[in-house]
């Protein structure tokens, strides 16, 4: 058996020697490497984007076929030791209990712990033993009975007990957003912050957060009405927007008659593609963009820049910052706007 | 005729509002709006990726087809009003002369002035009058006879009169590399830098400016010995390494055993794809990656960072920042390895 290494690579079985996010296929075995952790997995919920490709693929006659995409994850689990849609490249994140504690783990967790993976399913060994018995396929959450690895690098944080186990996890699945926010925004005296997509989870943790650390002005952006009602009532936001944020002029205009001008940090949180040359043209030189979206386009931000000659700081929004889902959650339990949001979409 | 705006949206014939770079048609007509500049061009420049794609396309027989290539370009061109390769959704840049200035431009230019367009051919109104008859295809040098426009916010650089024009113009094809690594480095206190891809044009102007922005320790990554001796005969960077940069574990490993550690600051500079997972781990945390390659996924690095619970910063590589052609060219007069590397490259 071949030496540990924190990154899991030791469970890659590609030939080339990637990274297991990068791999096509994770050696799933059960026996601990002696920095791992297993978990007992209880829930899976898959990446939006992951499930709506897999509805859209297996409906039958313009309906959702459960049966066709519960196979579908089935057989992706199977074949790639992982839940890594191949389409879209995403996977989602699980919750569970602490089953097996390797004697070199570095993660702090214990026997019975109920903890949520904070790093991706697109990296995380998983064997599900129960064939999603208890799930229909038509929603992203996914009851299941397997096991997965923690590598020693990964990140698992314990769900909180003051909070629903959906609420938390909901929370935690975005939480690198509000924290990689508020650093930005400290980085600034008194910004205005506009936040793209503001009703959203990542969104309106984001706000939250950057009237927290220091923003002077906060912008919310919504696409249709009905969310600004709602991000309006939350006072998450000190200005409610309407814009599409794929037309950049509108979007530019939108924040700069709420704001005065243009934002010094815009946050994008919607998850459609087409949104960076707005983003750029509504961020003032000198100012930072941070892309949340998996539908941002490299190319288009890095281009589209350029071809503006904007002199903006673009930032791939990595959703790991050290202290982030305990300071996600403090921001729900001191701001019941944000909360209301969060369960009105919990239902 | 409708207001002309700065990003050239009056010249986008799309039914949506996007801006010239996402959109499909420009319109080329020759008058100028107010605050326009026209060029006689003299010579494309194509991205290379686009033109590969459009000699693989082309290729008969396993040859390339000069004829087909230069057909696909003007048919591009065309068909779109600028030369954005519809695969790849890249351009390249020009080289002309001053052939109009309308009264509003706040270009700074003059009739007769000799410049380079510093923003992609991905938004320039193009037309090409000769047909292309002085190219055979066969490079990405093209001579071509035609106008191109540029709006009131694009970025057109005088060619310098002390440098052959193809030495002037390659520099600045990547001029906003050195400018935004020298930005980064300085926001450290000595730090160690590596540049992936250190023998290229953007890598060798990086490593050059990162040494002068008071970088500590810089190691120029290749994948080649013959790359490697071109690197070190060049006295760019204190340390040259080969390392296969898709391999992640192989160019951590690389990188701190000639720096002592991981780099504070890393600047992806090859055109290859699967460098994100190695750029991230190569990086202590706390550090940042520069992507300026655009073959950068932006899901493999958001998600490849949180996978490795990795605090280091991401930045898409802006092509533009205030200054940066004077300031590459100034490193490449003061730097006669940097010189030389591009000399050889010119041929």
């Not at 709506?52 to 959702?64: D, F, I, S």
């Not at 990689?180 to 400290?186: E, K, P």
């Not at 350029?306 to 982030?324: F, K, R, S």
């Amino acid at each position: 058996m071949r030496a540990s290494d924190p990154t899991g690579l030791h469970r890659v079985l590609d030939d080339r020697v990637v990274l297991p996010q990068a791999a096509d296929r994770l050696d799933t075995r059960k026996e601990l490497w002696p920095d791992e952790v297993r978990i007992r997995v209880e829930r899976l919920n898959l990446d939006a984007a992951s499930f709506r490709q897999l509805e859209r693929t297996h409906a039958v006659g313009g309906r959702g076929d459960g049966d066709g995409v519960r196979r579908a994850v089935l057989d992706i689990v199977a074949t790639r030791g992982k839940m890594q849609n191949p389409e879209t490249g995403s996977g989602g994140m699980l919750v569970g209990t602490v089953e097996e504690v390797g004697p070199e783990s570095p993660l702090g967790l214990a026997v019975g712990d109920r903890v949520a993976t904070l790093v991706s399913l697109t990296l995380t060994p998983l064997v599900i033993e129960d064939g999603l018995a208890g799930w229909d396929g038509r929603s992203e959450q996914v009851p299941a009975d397997g096991y997965a690895i923690l590598f020693g690098r990964s990140i698992a944080a314990k769900i909180p007990d003051d909070l629903p186990a959906d609420l938390g996890l909901a929370v935690m699945d975005v939480c690198g957003a509000p924290a990689l926010t508020a650093r930005v925004v400290q980085g600034y005296d008194a910004p205005v912050v506009a936040v793209i997509g503001g009703a959203g989870k990542s969104g309106s943790l984001s706000l939250a957060a950057a009237r927290r650390a220091g923003a002077k002005h906060t912008v919310g952006v919504v696409p249709v009405q009905a969310e600004a009602d709602l991000l309006t009532a939350a006072g998450v936001a000190d200005d409610v927007v309407l814009a599409d944020a794929r037309d950049p002029i509108a979007l530019r205009d939108a924040v700069a008659a709420a704001a005065g001008g243009p934002a010094d940090v815009t946050v994008v949180c919607v998850d459609v593609p087409g949104c960076e040359g707005g983003a750029v043209l509504t961020t003032a030189a000198g100012g930072t963009v941070i892309f949340f979206s998996m539908a941002t386009s490299f190319s288009a931000a890095a281009l589209g820049a350029e071809g503006l000659a904007a002199d903006v700081t673009m930032l791939v929004g990595n959703g790991y910052v050290p202290g982030h889902a305990d300071y996600a959650m403090e921001i729900l339990r001191e701001h019941d706007g944000v909360r209301s949001l969060f369960e009105r979409r919990l239902g």
